[in-house]
């Protein structure tokens, strides 16, 4: 895991949240293409025409950018809504009791099949021991231990948790060469979305995507 930083790719400090529509209203507009604002805790989400297998029809939560071990600037993310057929306890002996049962996603190709847990427990006044919130989204990384025995006891729902395993990786040139991609209008787009939106576990493939593109159109009427 790269080590993070407080940089952050930021093409334009500009944000919208003008729409009156009450699915838009909770979403935040961090700009679209050269435009875009790129950070820890957004949420990317692809154009029509990006046809990439884990990319096409995805939203990407960005939960860490930092250095790799030859300085290179990277960002880290999970596809949000590329569910397995399978649950965690059934891939991993490791994670018991009640959250065993929660869907397994796939986040990306790289990461060689490590498993990693997003969850909205944590701080200095959660009951998961995960003390650094990625950006503001809301959202921790980590903890499985306390994650297992809070949900056992009753402490957390296992739907603030949400289990993936690999992830997607891209240098700061392949993000410049992905928001520089315009067809008609249409580029990837950065937002800011509600914790439960992430860590929804019941997407079927595209799902959060399409959801997110009818908001992304509607902000667009409206402002």
């Known amino acids: 895991m790269p080590q993070c930083h407080s940089w952050s790719l930021t093409r334009m400090q500009m944000t919208r949240d003008s729409s009156t529509n009450e ?9 679209s293409g050269d435009d875009a604002i790129i950070r820890p805790g957004v949420v990317l989400v692809a154009p029509s025409h990006e046809y990439d297998h884990f990319l096409m029809r995805s939203a990407v939560f960005i939960y860490a950018i930092g250095l790799d071990e030859q300085e290179n600037t990277i960002a880290r993310g999970v596809v949000l809504d590329h569910p397995t057929a399978f649950t965690i306890g059934e891939m991993s002996p490791y ?48 903890g499985i231990v306390s994650a297992m025995e809070s949900a056992d ?12 395993f690999n992830y997607m990786q891209f240098t700061e040139k392949e993000l410049d060469n992905m928001f520089a991609g315009v067809e008609d209008g249409d580029a990837w787009v950065s937002l800011e979305i509600p914790a439960d939106y992430v860590l929804n576990s019941d997407y079927e493939r595209g799902q959060l995507w399409s959801r ?6 509607e902000i667009r009427i409206r402002s």
């Open 23 to 31: 699915e838009a209203r909770k979403i935040r507009y961090l700009g």
């Open 212 to 217: 997110l593109r009818n908001s992304i159109r």
């Open 95 to 142: 994670v018991m009791g009640s959250l065993s049962e929660n869907r397994l996603f796939r986040g990306g190709y790289d990461g060689s099949d490590t498993a990693m847990l997003l969850h909205s427990s944590g701080g200095p006044d959660g009951p998961v021991k995960s003390n650094t919130m990625i950006g503001s989204s809301g959202i921790f990384e980590g």
């Open 153 to 164: 006891a009753g402490l957390i729902e296992t739907n603030r948790c949400k289990f993936f």
